[in-house]
């Protein structure tokens, strides 16, 4: 399974990026779908999960109303749109294929990660 992340970048407190990450390797639409990210020094963490059907989804408390994770199953991609960005989103962004078709808040319930993407956001 390959997962190739992009999207990230340097933006202002404010802005918005949408990152992709598009998946081969495996039948995608069996699969849930996560999104998580580690700033430097702290540990990393979920940022937003998505069913194999797109039906359900997860956000951590401090993206909700912002953040909006979404999938095409015929592109085999999955996105996090990303608004009203704050310095303290900035990380690296990675994205992670689930083990089954629901998603876990967990990252032992992930089995593929893709290469990670940087965003930075400035005040």
């Known amino acids: 399974v390959q997962l190739q992340a992009s999207g990230g970048g340097l933006v202002q407190a404010g802005a918005s990026l949408r990152l992709s990450c598009a998946a081969s390797?495996?039948?995608?639409?069996?699969?849930?779908m996560g999104w998580f990210r580690q700033a430097p020094g702290k540990e990393r963490e979920i940022v937003a999960a998505i069913n194999w059907s797109g039906t359900a989804t997860y956000y951590r408390n401090s993206v909700k109303g912002r953040f909006t994770i979404s999938r095409d199953n015929a592109k085999n991609t999955v996105y996090l749109q990303m608004n009203s960005l704050k310095p303290e989103d900035t990380a690296v962004y990675y994205c992670?294929?689930?083990?089954?078709?629901?998603?876990?808040?967990?990252?032992?319930?992930?089995?593929?990660w893709g290469q990670g993407t940087q965003v930075t956001v400035s005040s």
């Open positions: 390797g495996r039948t995608f639409s069996s699969y849930a």
């Open positions: 992670a294929v689930g083990k089954t078709k629901y998603f876990s808040t967990d990252d032992l319930g992930y089995d593929y």
